[in-house]
């Protein structure tokens, strides 16, 4: 994928956003209805804490804006999950009791908060599905692309082969089969290199475990050899991590390329040291700006076809009104441009004494 055209529909799905901020969030007025109107209540549900995005990331960006959207009067009311669904599931009921306006759900499970959505739906509280494509009659939707997301991985893999990629043979590790975004993933992926290149051996992997994605590469090392294997599909950089340890700990001192997705810290210094080829940057701040928006208009009563931009099913709703961002191939070549501009991490926190002098290499200073 070219990088900067990536980045440059980043920007364009922000600024559609941002403009279609008219639309819905109401004329300014000199009576009490607009005022009135802007004091809204929004529930944000998050799924655990466990991953640094959610606190540090989404409900902050999230808070910003549905401040920006309500000139300051409306108000989030956040509880986050701690990974527990039956904890999520009883937290909708306490925003139900709260009367919130509306509600923010990234799910733990996507089909075990189907019965608590309905009940929301019952009480007349609109539901957003956030991140995850939670199962129920949900309002609206915003995620990323995720097949797309297999796609830039596909892209990225086959670009790293280059002339050999027709002859070459690759390792396919899959996400978890019990999660609805890991099909999406897989299936992107399958679009882009089946007939492109030769799938040794593909894994579904449990739990999305790093553990169990270097069982599996270790697997696929014993099957084909350390030496037949030109690069390896991951769906996450978790598994990455996992994969390349099963690479070094087999002898391959040559690392084939590695794809990885969510550009976590970890994942970002081995693409620096050159031990993990790519991963998938998805911003944030486009994703929440849409999930407050959406919140804030149908908060509001007002409609959201506007802001949306694909119709979305989902095993129990057809033709959910979407948000769909798409994720940017990070490389060596865009660390700066991507995560250190956007602000997730810092140069320092990159460029640990670990791999400064790849840093420094690459301009990273």
């Not at 956030?130 to 596909?154: C, H, M, W």
Request: glycine fraction near 10%.
């Amino acid at each position: 994928m070219n990088t900067h055209l990536g980045r440059a529909v980043v920007a364009v799905a922000a600024s559609a956003v941002t403009l279609s901020l008219a639309a819905c969030g109401g004329a300014e007025g000199t009576d009490g209805g607009a005022a009135g109107r802007d004091a809204v209540r929004v529930g944000l549900l998050l799924p655990e804490n466990g991953t640094a995005r959610y606190e540090k990331f989404d409900k902050p960006l999230i808070e910003k804006e549905v401040g920006k959207l309500t000139r300051g009067k409306g108000e989030v009311v956040y509880a986050n999950a701690k990974q527990d669904a039956a904890l999520q599931n009883s937290q909708v009921d306490e925003m139900i009791a709260k009367k919130v306006n509306v509600l923010i759900i990234d799910a733990v499970d996507a089909k075990a908060i189907a019965g608590a959505v309905k009940k929301a739906k019952e009480a007349g509280i609109p539901v957003v599905a956030y991140d995850r494509l939670a199962e129920g009659p949900i309002d609206a939707y915003t995620s990323f692309d995720n097949e797309d997301v297999g796609k830039v991985q596909g892209m990225a893999l086959l670009e790293a082969l280059g002339d050999k990629a027709k002859d070459s043979q690759i390792v396919m590790v899959n996400g978890s089969v019990t999660d609805p975004n890991a099909k999406l993933f897989k299936s992107g992926a399958h679009f882009v290199l089946d007939g492109k290149v030769n799938i040794g051996k593909e894994y579904d992997t449990v739990e999305w475990k790093p553990e169990n994605a270097n069982a599996n590469m270790a697997a696929a090392l014993s099957a084909l050899g350390k030496g037949k294997i030109a690069g390896v599909y991951s769906a996450n950089d978790g598994m990455a991590g996992g994969i390349i340890a099963a690479l070094k700990a087999a002898g391959v001192t040559a690392l084939p390329p590695v794809t990885g997705q969510d550009a976590e810290l970890a994942g970002v210094q081995r693409i620096v040291a050159g031990e993990q080829f790519m991963t998938v940057y998805k911003p944030y701040a486009p994703e929440a700006a849409a999930a407050a928006e959406m919140a804030v208009a149908l908060a509001q009563g007002e409609k959201i076809d506007g802001i949306i931009n694909q119709m979305v099913d989902s095993p129990t709703t057809k033709g959910v009104p979407s948000v769909l961002i798409p994720g940017v191939a990070l490389t060596k070549a865009n660390v700066k441009s991507t995560v250190v501009d956007d602000g997730v991490y810092t140069v320092a926190e990159i460029c640990t004494d670990r791999v400064r002098a790849a840093c420094e290499e690459i301009g990273l200073k």
